[in-house]
T-cell receptor
Framework: ETGVTQSPTHLIKTRGQQVTLRCSSQ?????VSWYQQALGQGPQFIFQ???????GRGNFPPRFSGLQFPNYSSELNVNALELDDSALYLC???????????FGQGTRLTVV | AQKITQTQPGMFVQEKEAVTLDCTYD???????LFWYKQPSSGEMIFLIY??????QNATEGRYSLNFQKARKSANLVISASQLGDSAMYFC?????????????FGTGTSLTVIP
């Protein structure tokens, strides 16, 4: 039991729409990272939030944005969805930015 | 250059046998951590084992051990006494503690199938 929960578990959206994915971090963890995992690939780093501030970003366009709340839960927002955004989105929480991370079960996003 | 390379897309092992999953890495950071995660079909990444770049001994966690060869930049996962429940995707990952401390680099994974 990792304690990291993500919602929803599955989602279908139409190209051009916007989507919000949510993540509740493990108790006591102030750092949340988001990853995109395309089919047959390893996860790719999107960004990290530490104490409500963005703390690093991978090679993703600005239409991928995020938030972290005072309780350290987090949202990933994706605007103007494209077909290639179809993937498993994983949230990971950690005690500090560079320590072991615990992952949630992911949100499977399908863009049609 | 790829930070993490896993060259075995798929592996098969007989139940109760041992299996080695290969991982090589590339970094110029003197301080880094190497991780292995298991991903069942449900999607969750389950942490298995960690090895720090300055650790002198190979890490072990129950049936999992990490064969760390620093000079060769390899960090192979050894699973002993395979069980049917070990069937899953396995990902090797690295975190550079100085250069880019806040993100994991993952390999493309190895699909392990345990045969009864």
């Amino acid at each position: 039991e990792t304690g990291v929960t993500q919602s929803p578990t599955h989602l279908i959206k139409t190209r051009g729409q916007q989507v919000t994915l949510r993540c509740s971090s493990q108790s006591g963890h102030n750092t949340v990272s988001w990853y995109q995992q395309a089919l047959g690939q390893g996860p790719q780093f999107i960004f990290q939030y530490y104490r409500e501030e963005e703390n690093g970003r991978g090679n993703f366009p600005p239409r991928f944005s995020g938030l972290q709340f005072p309780n350290y839960s987090s949202e990933l927002n994706v605007n103007a969805l494209e077909l290639d955004d179809s993937a498993l989105y994983l949230c990971a929480s950690s005690l500090r930015p560079n320590t072991e991370a615990f992952f949630g079960q992911g949100t499977r996003l399908t863009v049609v | 250059a790829q930070k993490i390379t896993q060259t075995q897309p798929g592996m098969f092992v007989q139940e109760k046998e041992a299996v080695t999953l290969d991982c090589t890495y590339d970094t110029s950071d003197p301080s880094y951590g190497l991780f292995w995660y298991k991903q069942p079909s449900s999607g969750e990444m389950i942490f298995l084992i960690y090895q720090g770049s300055y650790d002198q001994q190979n890490a072990t966690e129950g049936r999992y051990s990490l064969n760390f060869q620093k000079a060769r930049k390899s960090a192979n996962l050894v699973i002993s006494a395979s069980q049917l429940g070990d069937s899953a995707m396995y990902f090797c990952a690295m975190r550079e503690l100085i250069l880019t401390g806040n993100q994991f680099y993952f390999g493309t994974g190895t699909s392990l199938t345990v045969i009864p």
